[in-house]
């Protein structure tokens, strides 16, 4: 007889230990982005995705198989599967790129922009219906990305277009896992994401190999090892709680992006990226709340 037998869980602690995972599996998310902006000043992004999904792929095999058997590893669409691969490998290499010229901070929080693009482009090309306030909340979020890449003045970076990209693709990969049917669950697609992205970054892999020295390999494993299980707490607490309630913990990454920064590289970002920050997090954390709410009262006219 197990435990959760024994002390059935309530609706209060499932939504805090959800909570609990988010938070750590982002806060692991982030130790790994800022592992690779180390390696990033040493090796190309594309060497590093490689190597993170080479030695991640059989730790998630085995966290999909452990968790929901074999049958998860089958898939009905591994061309769609490749094409979100390959879409990944591009959207990560811009933010790697990002990285070696921006503060950890600044570059995650645009790339935290990329629930406005799902939100944009589920109008555009799923034709969803998306109310005023959740498109206030858009134009908020966007004006927050504006306020941050200050476009038009001396403050201005080319490298802040990177992150936006990587928010940009983020979105689509988002936005085509719909084509998926739902018979795959978040097991199956997060095998696939790691698979196709070790598939599609060995590619190019010839034109930018540099043999890694033997100092930097615990960086590329902690890369490798940080991000899988920041994705196995993550998915782990969106299981067990609703999203509605975990999802707004995302943006915990901001905290942890700037404590890590100042940590290791001494970045302090200016107030215009912490203010920037402040409507792209509010804005993302509204639009999951407002998506939650219809949701549910879609549900309940069902």
Request: net charge positive; hydrophobic share 55%.
């Amino acid at each position: 007889m197990s435990s959760a037998t024994v002390f059935p869980a309530t609706r209060t602690h499932s939504a805090a230990a959800g909570i609990a995972c988010v938070i750590g599996g982002i806060f692991f998310l982030t130790l790994s982005d800022a592992n690779a902006k180390w390696l990033g000043t040493h090796y190309n992004p594309l060497q590093i995705l490689f190597l993170r999904a080479l030695i991640a792929l059989p730790f998630v095999t085995a966290l999909a198989i452990g968790l929901g058997g074999r049958r998860v590893l089958r898939t009905a669409h591994p061309g769609l599967h490749l094409t979100r691969g390959a879409i990944n490998v591009v959207s990560a290499c811009c933010f790697y790129l990002g990285l070696r010229a921006l503060p950890l901070a600044e570059a995650t929080a645009i790339a935290f922009a990329a629930p406005l693009f799902v939100t944009a482009l589920s109008v555009l090309i799923l034709k969803e219906r998306v109310d005023g306030r959740r498109w206030l909340a858009v134009l908020a979020g966007f004006a927050g990305v504006l306020i941050i890449v200050r476009p038009g003045t001396d403050a201005f970076q080319a490298a802040t277009l990177l992150p936006l990209t990587t928010a940009l693709l983020y979105a689509v990969m988002m936005i085509t896992a719909r084509g998926i049917s739902r018979g795959e669950g978040m097991l199956t697609t997060t095998f696939y994401i790691v698979a196709g992205q070790l598939v599609c970054s060995v590619v190019g892999l010839p034109w930018v190999w540099q043999t890694p020295a033997l100092a930097d390999l615990p960086y590329f494993a902690a890369v490798a090892l940080f991000s899988t299980l920041g994705l196995a707490l993550i998915t782990q607490g969106f299981r067990i709680a609703p999203a509605s309630v975990v999802a707004p913990f995302d943006y915990t990454g901001l905290i942890w992006a700037t404590v890590l920064g100042w940590m290791f590289w001494r970045e302090a970002p200016d107030a215009y990226a912490y203010l920037g920050a402040l409507f792209i997090a509010g804005s993302g954390v509204y639009i999951a709340l407002r998506e939650a709410h219809g949701s549910r009262k879609r549900r309940a006219k069902a």
